[in-house]
């Protein structure tokens, strides 16, 4: 069956702008997650959504967002963009709400460039 | 708190045997593994439970110590397909409530 899709692969924001980022879970997996994949930082929690609400947060301002639709697929947003913003985006989707004991699977992610 | 992942780096002939460790110290819930190549997206290896619970690919053997909060991942007979980075992701408490928290990763190269 499909993986986890996520779109757009690549795209490049100038500060200031905003973006939206769309990830498609694997089909019948009720809970996304995202995470945001830098050099520096490494692999951050951002927040995971089950039956479309926000159910855990991590420790990101409040210019990141997100929501998850009707059928599972979910969308995240950054509001006026900061260099710092640059990353790799990646969304994961598991059948259960959490990590606890469930299989996470990572889609491609998106890189975001803020020039 | 991040876990910590040793070694940063490893380079393997194919055939040798690599361990890859992760600790924490707080205590841990579950410990999950993933192998990420360069431009792809983490590939789900194991997860390892409190109280014993394992799910993984065959081919991949891990151990939990919950009294030292450390995992093992044992790549045994190494094979070129396995180089990537390895990264671990804990979990503090049942419900994930923060998320996976990972590790910066451990570097393997294998060569011919």
């Known amino acids: 069956k499909a993986g986890v899709t996520q779109t757009p692969r690549y795209l490049i924001k100038t500060r200031g702008q905003q973006v939206t980022l769309s990830c498609s879970p694997i089909?019948?997996?009720?809970?996304v997650s995202w995470y945001q994949q830098t050099p520096g930082q490494g692999l951050q929690f951002l927040f995971e959504y089950f039956s479309e609400t926000q159910r855990n947060k991590g420790n990101f301002p409040g210019r990141f967002s997100g929501r998850q639709f009707s059928n599972s697929r979910s969308e995240m947003n950054v509001s006026t963009l900061e260099l710092g913003d640059s990353a790799l985006y990646l969304c994961a989707s598991s059948l259960g709400q959490g990590s606890t004991g469930n299989t996470i699977y990572f889609g491609e992610g998106s890189w975001l460039t803020v020039v | 708190q991040q876990p910590v992942q040793s070694p940063q780096a490893v380079i393997l002939r194919e055939g040798e045997d690599a361990v890859i460790n992760c600790s924490s110290s707080?205590?841990?819930?579950?410990v999950h593994w993933y192998r990420q190549k360069h431009g792809e997206a983490p590939v789900f290896l194991m997860i390892l439970l409190k109280g014993g619970e394992q799910k993984g690919h065959e081919k991949i053997s891990a151990s939990f110590n919950e009294k030292k909060q450390q995992s093992s991942l044992y790549l045994t007979a190494s094979q070129l397909s396995y180089s990537g980075t390895y990264f671990c992701g804990t979990e503090l408490g049942r419900g994930g409530a923060d998320g996976l928290t990972f590790g910066k990763g451990t570097h393997l190269i294998i060569q011919p």
């Open positions: 089909s019948g997996h009720r809970s």
């Open positions: 707080k205590a841990l819930y579950s």
